[in-house]
């Protein structure tokens, strides 16, 4: 692939071009500079239609994007951590790579085991030595004379 392709896994490359990054003023305290220069970044990034993507990397990256993900399958992060632009803009590519790479990652199947006679027999047999115990506690009325 070519170097101005994010590389995300060895398989998965993001072309830049499906990154749109946009501008915004942050919040939060920083004086005169809050109010003046706008660097917080804003990444959009429309997992639904990215052609880099395979499809079951796809409905994984919008399930595990949960509420940051829009009706339409757009992802978008806000990063306002730091003071520059720049930093943002990487914190901001990052946490979509972490996503993306997250979501890459095939889940296991789950087989269902059945638990062993034994296993299910010292359960019965602890559950008993418990009941005896708490028996042993209780109070009754005809002990109150």
Do not use: C
């Not at 979509?96 to 062993?116: E, F, G, N, S, Y």
């Amino acid at each position: 692939m070519p170097d101005s392709h994010l590389q995300i896994t060895p398989a998965i490359y993001l072309d830049p071009s499906e990154i749109e990054m946009t501008f915004i003023r942050s919040g939060g305290p920083g004086g005169q500079n809050v109010n003046k220069v706008s660097t917080a970044a804003q990444l959009r990034f429309s997992a639904a239609t990215s052609p880099s993507l395979p499809a079951a990397v796809r409905n994984r990256v919008l399930v595990l994007a949960g509420k940051r993900a829009t009706k339409d399958g757009v992802i978008v992060f806000t990063a306002h951590e730091h003071r520059s632009q720049e930093r943002n803009r990487d914190e901001a590519i990052a946490r979509l790579v972490d996503l993306i790479q997250r979501a890459a990652i095939v889940p296991k199947r789950r087989v269902p085991t059945r638990a062993t006679r034994g296993s299910k027999e010292r359960r019965l047999v602890k559950k008993k030595q418990r009941g005896g115990v708490k028996s042993t506690r209780r109070v009754t009325p005809w002990d109150d004379d």
